[in-house]
């Protein structure tokens, strides 16, 4: 079935248009490293002609333990996002993890990110739809697809309708994660675009103890398959060294194969289309 279109900047995700990216590192770890890899993603989406929203963590409140890094924080994190976007056109894409972050974050992100382990958090998602910003809610690794619509009401309650879900992934046993392809059509069936975390599926939830594992070889497969099942976007987090990098480096994608999945992912993409 066809969803509805949400605009986020100058892109429009849903409906019958092209498969859209939600890509960048998984946090700030400085401004020129930000810039440098938000500039070659510009590259990429202006070769393949494919829409591409930038992302990174401002904070990664969600780590597993207390040493972990998290980033610059907000009002730092922001001024770089607010610069990724002023110098490449990209709308920018960034985690809130309280509802006091929704207005100040709003007045530079296109998109506000839910973070999957605050998807019940009724008074963040309420707070964050009424910046009347398009939001972008990670399904959590304990609901089950059909759940959802308990987190596109309250979005609804507000009067915002720019919703798009994210399926990560559902805890399978100890320290991982499987994924169920029946959650794509499932959330589409509500009639919001449904983007794919190809890189946080692959992850090992406290895998190393002290921080998550990852499987990163499988990415592709899965970001294939959740394609040919209907996803609208994908959303991977790319480094341009990821076993360098401060978090969640066992399961991005290295920056330089980004370009080659894109543009596999948008044909599959275009010929799935086609056969409906």
Known sequence: METGEVTVGSITIGGRTPLAFIAGPCVIEDELSTLKIAEKLKAVSEALRIPLIFKSSFDKGNRTSVDAFRGPGITRGLKILGRVKEETGLPVISDIHSPHEADEAARVLDILQIPAFLCRQTDIIVSAARTGKPLNVKKG????????????????????????????????????????????????????????????????????????????????????????????????????????????????????????????????????????
């Open 141 to 276: 690794q304990f609901l089950a697809p059909g759940d959802a619509i308990n987190i596109i009401d309250k979005v609804l309650s507000t009067g915002n309708r720019n919703i798009l879900l994210t399926e990560r992934g559902v805890t399978f046993g100890y320290n991982n994660l499987v994924v169920d392809m029946r959650a794509i059509p499932i959330m589409r069936q509500f009639g919001y675009p449904v983007v794919y975390d190809a890189t946080h599926s692959v992850q090992l939830p406290g895998g190393q103890g002290a921080s998550s594992g990852g499987q990163r070889e499988f990415i592709e497969t899965l970001a294939r398959a959740a394609v040919a099942a209907g996803c609208d976007a994908v959303f991977m987090e790319v480094h341009s060294d990821p076993d360098r990098a401060p978090c969640d480096g066992p399961n991005m994608l290295p920056l330089e194969r980004f370009s080659i999945l894109a543009e596999r992912l948008s044909e599959l993409h275009g010929l799935i289309r086609g056969w409906s």
